[in-house]
């Protein structure tokens, strides 16, 4: 079985500092890791993927993420927020994504105050 | 830009009736899914395709649901009859599986939204 926890419904954070989205997964085998981030009225749209190699991910808009395989984890990551990046960001995992669907979890909320 | 194109983007309709929602897949991609996203259950997969064929089909109900692939260029979910539980943003997804690596990913179309009252 594969899962995915995202534990915080929303983050809020003021523009122009960091943000982090947090996410753990359970799978059996490698994980392959994505995150997709959904606007308003819109179908989601890919950020970013760790297959392999190095832990720290860079994708779309100045996100990046950092696979801890210690701790599980995924986290989204950005240097400096901007209020345009107020979204639904969803964290997924597969452990063979060419054999299996990818699991999404529960969503969290970005919200950054001017 | 290829994208994922869905119609209807908004369909109302009364509850029994027959739902047929439409998505063109980015062509060259081998993978379809249909999602479906709720406040309440998030976002949840209910059935896809490879080369046309269906692997998994385990999170749709059977028994009012139907998927199907006529051609490489449409996919369509169908409801009959349709439920006021049913009203939900409907969204599908293509991909290109290259399975020696087993990477993807997974371009969204717009959805459609039903709402069956």
């Known amino acids: 079985a594969q899962s995915v926890a995202q534990p915080e419904d929303q983050v809020n954070v003021a523009e122009g500092n960091p943000l982090t989205v947090k996410c753990t997964y359970s799978?059996?085998?490698?994980?392959?890791l994505f995150w997709y981030v959904q606007y308003p009225n819109r179908g989601l749209q890919f950020l970013l993927k760790y297959i392999t190699g190095d832990n720290l991910v860079k994708g779309s808009y100045g996100f990046e993420a950092e696979f801890n395989k210690s701790q599980t984890s995924f986290h989204l990551k950005k240097p400096s927020a901007l209020v345009s990046d107020s979204a639904l960001y969803f964290c997924?995992?597969?452990?063979?994504?060419?054999?299996?669907?990818?699991?999404f979890g529960s969503g969290t909320r970005l919200q950054v105050q001017p | 830009d290829a994208r994922v194109t869905q119609t209807p983007r908004h369909k109302v309709t009364e509850m029994g009736q027959e739902v047929t929602m439409r998505c063109q897949p980015i062509?060259?991609?081998?993978?379809v899914f249909w999602y479906r996203q709720t406040m309440m259950q998030g976002l949840e997969l209910l059935a896809y395709?490879?080369?046309?064929?269906?692997?998994?089909d385990s999170g749709m109900p059977k028994d009012r649901f139907s998927a199907e692939m006529p051609d490489a260029t449409l996919a369509t979910l169908k409801i009959q009859p349709s439920e006021p539980r049913d009203s939900a943003v409907y969204f599908c997804?293509?991909?290109?599986?290259?399975?020696?690596?087993?990477?993807?990913?997974?371009?969204f179309g717009p959805g459609t939204r039903l709402t069956v009252t």
């Open positions: 997924a995992v597969s452990s063979r994504p060419g054999r299996r669907a990818l699991t």
């Open positions: 997804a293509s991909g290109l599986v290259v399975l020696s690596d087993g990477s993807y990913e997974q371009y």
């Open positions: 062509l060259g991609h081998n993978t």
């Open positions: 799978v059996s085998g490698n994980p392959y």
């Open positions: 395709f490879r080369n046309r064929a269906p692997l998994d």
